[in-house]
C-alpha cells in the first residue's frame, strides 16, 4: 500500500535544481530589462498622441487653421516637457548666430552691450528675460504684452538712429523659429512633427506681426501657414547669411564675451576644451565669420558620440518628464513688490531670489567653489529683489519709455491672440 506522503527521495526530486533555479533567475532580470525600454519608448511618445488629439492638426489643410494660441501651447510642450534642455541651447545659440553679422555686432560693441564683461551678462539676461516673458504665457495676457512692448521700445531707440535694419530684425526673428528645429531634429530623441514646425512658424509670425516685422524680402506675400512661412524665413536667411555673415572683428569681439558667459561656471583648466565644443556647434560659415579656429576632427566625433548616446539614453531608458516638473525660467507668481525672478543663469546671477536653496543649494556650493558670485552676494548689485518689464534693457533705458509702453500695451491686447495669423479661423 502507498503512503500517501512522499518519501524524502520523491521530495527531493520534485524540487527544481540549481541549473533551473538560475534559468528562472536570469528570465526575471531579463524580462524587466527587455520591458523597461519598451515602456519608455511608449510613454516618450505618450504625449505626442496627446498633443495630437487635444490639437488635431493632422493635415497641412488644418495646418491653416492654428491660432497663436494653440502654436504656443505646442510650442510650450516642446520647451517645457520634451526637449527642454536642447530648445533652452538652441534659442541661446539663434542669439549667438546673429553675431556673425557684422552689422548687429558693431552696434553691440557701439553700445558696449555684448563687447564689454561688465554689460554682457546682464545684456544676456534681459534678453532671455524678454524672450521667455512672451514664449511662457498667453499672447494676449498682461505679461506677453508688456514684454513685446518692451522690447518694440528698446528696438526703436535704435531704429530711429537708423542703427537697426528690418533686414537684421527679420534674420534674427527667422533664427528663433529655425534653430529650435534644427537642433532637435539633429541632437534629440525624435525628430519634430510637421505639426510642430507648422507650430513653431505660426507662433513667431505672430510675434513678428507684433514687433512691425516686415515680411518684403521673403518670396511670397501672403502663407497658407506657419510651416509655408517657416520654409520661405529659412530659404531667404540661408541667402542673408551667405551674402552678410563675413569675417569681422566685431563679430569675434561679441563672440568671445558670450562663449564666456556659457563657459563661466566651469573651471579654468576645462575652459580650453569648453571652447572647442562651443566651435564644434559652430558650421563652418558662422565659425569662419566669428573668426574662430575649425577644432581638430577629434572633437567633432566626440561631440557626435556624446550627443548618440544621449539620444538612446533619452529615448529607450528615460521615462517623460512629469508636468510638475516642466522646465521654467521664470517665476510665475509676482513677490510682494510686484517683481519677478530668474530660476536659473548662465554666469551672474541677475534677477535670482537668494533664498536659503540658491544661497546653499548642490548648485551655490559649485560657484563658490569656482570663486562666482551667489545668488544675493554683493547687495543689490544682481538685483536679488527682481525685475519689473520697464526696467529691462540698457541701464540708460530703464524705466523710460512709460507713454511708448502704455500705447504698444493697449494696441496688443486689441491685436494678439486673436486667432491665426495668416487670416483664417479667427478666434473672437
Known amino acids: 500500500m502507498e503512503s500517501r506522503f512522499s518519501s524524502p527521495r520523491n521530495l527531493t526530486s520534485a524540487l527544481p535544481t540549481q541549473s533551473e533555479v538560475l534559468g528562472l533567475s536570469w528570465h526575471l532580470i531579463l524580462l524587466p530589462l527587455l520591458l523597461y525600454p519598451t515602456l519608455c519608448l511608449l510613454l516618450?511618445?505618450?504625449?505626442?498622441?496627446?498633443?495630437?488629439?487635444?490639437?488635431?492638426?493632422?493635415?497641412?489643410?488644418?495646418?491653416?487653421?492654428?491660432?497663436?494660441?494653440?502654436?504656443?501651447?505646442?510650442?510650450?510642450?516642446?520647451?517645457?516637457?520634451?526637449?527642454?534642455?536642447?530648445?533652452?541651447?538652441?534659442?541661446?545659440?539663434?542669439?549667438?548666430?546673429?553675431?556673425?553679422?557684422?552689422?548687429?555686432?558693431?552696434?553691440?560693441?557701439?553700445?558696449?552691450?555684448?563687447?564689454e564683461a561688465a554689460n554682457a551678462a546682464k545684456r544676456y539676461t534681459d534678453t532671455s528675460v524678454l524672450i521667455a516673458e512672451i514664449m511662457s504665457y498667453d499672447p494676449s495676457s498682461e505679461r506677453s504684452v508688456e514684454a513685446i512692448g518692451r522690447m518694440n521700445y528698446i528696438h526703436s531707440q535704435y531704429q530711429k538712429a537708423g542703427k537697426i535694419s528690418n533686414d537684421d530684425m527679420l534674420y534674427t526673428l527667422s533664427l528663433f523659429a529655425l534653430e529650435p528645429v534644427r537642433w532637435i531634429n539633429k541632437y534629440e530623441w525624435r525628430q519634430l512633427e510637421?505639426?510642430?514646425?507648422?507650430?513653431?512658424?505660426?507662433?513667431?509670425?505672430?510675434?513678428?506681426?507684433?514687433?512691425?516685422?516686415?515680411?518684403?524680402?521673403?518670396?511670397?506675400?501672403?502663407?497658407?501657414?506657419?510651416?509655408?512661412?517657416?520654409?520661405?524665413?529659412?530659404?531667404?536667411?540661408?541667402?542673408?547669411?551667405?551674402?552678410?555673415?563675413?569675417?569681422?572683428?566685431?563679430?569675434?569681439?561679441?563672440a568671445d564675451q558670450t562663449v564666456a558667459i556659457l563657459l563661466w561656471s566651469i573651471p579654468n583648466m576645462l575652459k580650453p576644451f569648453g571652447s572647442k565644443v562651443v566651435s564644434v556647434l559652430m558650421d563652418d560659415r558662422l565659425r569662419t565669420a566669428m573668426?574662430?579656429?575649425?577644432?581638430?576632427?577629434?572633437?567633432?566625433?566626440?561631440?557626435?558620440?556624446?550627443?548618440?548616446?544621449?539620444?538612446?539614453?533619452?529615448?529607450?531608458?528615460?521615462?517623460?518628464?512629469?508636468?510638475?516638473?516642466?522646465?521654467?525660467?521664470?517665476?510665475?507668481?509676482?513677490?510682494?513688490?510686484?517683481?519677478?525672478?530668474?530660476?536659473?543663469?548662465?554666469?551672474?546671477?541677475?534677477?535670482?531670489?537668494?533664498?536659503?536653496?540658491?544661497?546653499?543649494?548642490?548648485?551655490?556650493?559649485?560657484?563658490?567653489?569656482?570663486?562666482?558670485?551667489?545668488?544675493?552676494?554683493?547687495?543689490?548689485?544682481?538685483?536679488?529683489?527682481?525685475?519689473?518689464?520697464?526696467?529691462?534693457?540698457?541701464?540708460?533705458?530703464?524705466?523710460?519709455?512709460?507713454?511708448?509702453?502704455?500705447?504698444?500695451k493697449e494696441r496688443l491686447t486689441r491685436e494678439r491672440g486673436r486667432g491665426c495669423p495668416f487670416g483664417r479661423a479667427k478666434v473672437e
Open 44 to 115: 516618450r511618445h505618450h504625449r505626442l498622441r496627446q498633443t495630437l488629439e487635444e490639437f488635431p492638426y493632422t493635415t497641412p489643410k488644418s495646418f491653416s487653421s492654428m491660432t497663436n494660441e494653440h502654436a504656443l501651447y505646442i510650442q510650450q510642450t516642446l520647451s517645457e516637457l520634451e526637449f527642454p534642455t536642447i530648445f533652452e541651447k538652441s534659442v541661446q545659440f539663434a542669439l549667438f548666430r546673429t553675431y556673425g553679422i557684422p552689422s548687429i555686432s558693431k552696434l553691440l560693441v557701439q553700445t558696449g552691450e555684448l563687447s
Open 194 to 254: 510637421e505639426f510642430e514646425k507648422c507650430a513653431m512658424g505660426t507662433f513667431w509670425k505672430g510675434l513678428g506681426d507684433a514687433m512691425g516685422i516686415d515680411y518684403g524680402k521673403l518670396r511670397s506675400t501672403e502663407w497658407t501657414d506657419g510651416w509655408h512661412w517657416l520654409e520661405e524665413a529659412r530659404e531667404w536667411a540661408e541667402g542673408y547669411e551667405k551674402e552678410k555673415m563675413v569675417p569681422d572683428l566685431n563679430n569675434n569681439k561679441t
Open 291 to 408: 573668426m574662430y579656429e575649425k577644432p581638430p576632427q577629434f572633437y567633432f566625433s566626440l561631440i557626435s558620440l556624446i550627443f548618440t548616446i544621449r539620444k538612446y539614453i533619452l529615448r529607450y531608458l528615460c521615462l517623460p518628464r512629469p508636468y510638475i516638473f516642466r522646465y521654467r525660467f521664470l517665476t510665475d507668481q509676482p513677490s510682494k513688490e510686484n517683481t519677478y525672478f530668474t530660476k536659473r543663469f548662465e554666469a551672474i546671477p541677475w534677477y535670482v531670489k537668494p533664498t536659503l536653496r540658491n544661497r546653499f543649494g548642490p548648485s551655490a556650493w559649485i560657484f563658490c567653489m569656482s570663486g562666482l558670485p551667489l545668488r544675493g552676494d554683493e547687495g543689490e548689485k544682481y538685483w536679488p529683489r527682481g525685475y519689473k518689464i520697464e526696467q529691462i534693457g540698457p541701464d540708460i533705458m530703464s524705466g523710460k519709455g512709460g507713454e511708448y509702453w502704455r500705447e504698444s
